[in-house]
């Protein structure tokens, strides 16, 4: 049996990676012993089913504080597998932030087709009073739709009004 520490080349323990260096080494949590190839990924020795025990949420090694940045504008929330939130989590763990925000209002999940809406528009703004949860897409969508219209309109007045200026016409 090897020593704690003692290296050895590939060739020499009977891997089919004869051209890398291995150490013997053991796992800090469960104490089980083995071969691991020496290189960047091997600094906490750490076997497999340990090792996924911290990849994560905060003890991932890329931990920057459990929020993304949607590429829709929105942010997503890291909520942890114990959370009584976690139901409303995507694969990965995450959940809208805005939607999050009015689930701990209400101290509970919020259903598929439950939408929250943004007030000022600002889809990174979660704020509570910023948010006001509709009971269906319906109203949402007509909202949404009329805002839309009000923001081509004040785009088009402002080209209007920039043509005017440009021919000395005033109004």
């Not at 932030?97 to 101290?107: D, F, G, N, S």
């Not at 990174?124 to 309109?153: A, G, M, W």
Request: overall charge positive.
């Amino acid at each position: 049996m090897p020593e704690i520490g003692e290296i050895k080349s590939g060739k020499l323990i009977g891997n089919k990676d004869p051209k890398h260096k291995y150490i013997w080494a053991k796992c800090p949590d469960c104490g089980k012993e083995r071969w691991v190839r020496v290189g960047r990924h091997s600094l906490t020795f750490r076997c497999q089913p340990c090792g996924e025990k911290f990849k994560a949420g905060e003890r991932h090694i890329n931990w920057k504080g459990g929020k993304i940045l949607h590429s829709e504008g929105y942010i997503r929330a890291w909520v942890a597998k114990d959370s009584f939130f976690y139901p409303m989590a995507d694969n990965a763990g995450y959940v809208l932030q805005h939607r999050l925000v009015i689930a701990e209002h209400l101290h509970r999940c919020l259903l598929p087709w439950e939408i929250v809406h943004h007030k000022n528009g600002a889809r990174d703004d979660n704020r509570i009073e910023n948010l006001e949860l509709l009971p269906t897409r319906r109203y949402h969508v007509i909202d949404t739709q009329i805002k839309s219209l009000v923001k081509r309109l004040e785009k088009r007045i402002e080209k209007l009004e920039y043509i005017l200026k440009m021919h000395d016409i005033k109004v």
